[in-house]
């Protein structure tokens, strides 16, 4: 069973990048129990996971978020925490893959929408609040590359 392109790329984004329940713990059992690999069977570099339920990030594409027409991504009103695995053996390949999990919170998270909702990760920003103000936003190295789906 082939799934049409618009909706496997859709459910490949929550299954690598939605988890309300991850941890800086899991990186390497949900990387390997989610198949979460670059080409040719090589561990990825890094993925980001964010730790909300499903509904929050969707909303991101309707009408939750700011389209930026200079890339066509689209930014988080609300702010998130995020849980990003690094992997610790560059160059490793499955089943060898060890990850460093670090928790990242107050996350703008910028996304790719179609069809109103979200089909790949493009990374997340930072930002320092006061008083409720946003005074700057600095972004952050957590953006995810391609990778080979596995079933």
Do not use: W
Not at 18 to 27: F, L, P, Q
Not at 34 to 63: E, H, M, P, W
Not at 103 to 111: H, S
């Amino acid at each position: 069973l082939q799934l049409p392109p618009q909706i496997f790329f859709r459910t490949e984004f929550r299954r690598q990048h939605v988890d309300a329940k991850m941890s800086v713990k899991k990186c390497d059992t949900e990387m390997k129990k989610k198949k979460i690999y670059a080409d040719r069977n090589k561990c990825k570099d890094v993925n980001t996971f964010i730790l909300s339920d499903y509904k929050q990030v969707k909303a991101i594409c309707n009408g939750q978020g700011r389209y930026d027409q200079k890339n066509g991504t689209t930014k988080s009103v609300a702010k998130f925490r995020i849980v990003r695995c690094d992997l610790k053996n560059n160059g490793a390949r499955k089943p060898k893959c060890q990850y460093k999990g670090k928790l990242l919170t107050n996350r703008i998270v910028v996304v790719k929408c179609e069809g109103k909702l979200p089909v790949h990760y493009y990374g997340d920003e930072m930002t320092f609040e006061s008083n409720n103000a946003t005074i700057g936003k600095i972004p952050m190295r957590s953006t995810s590359v391609p990778t080979n789906i596995h079933f």
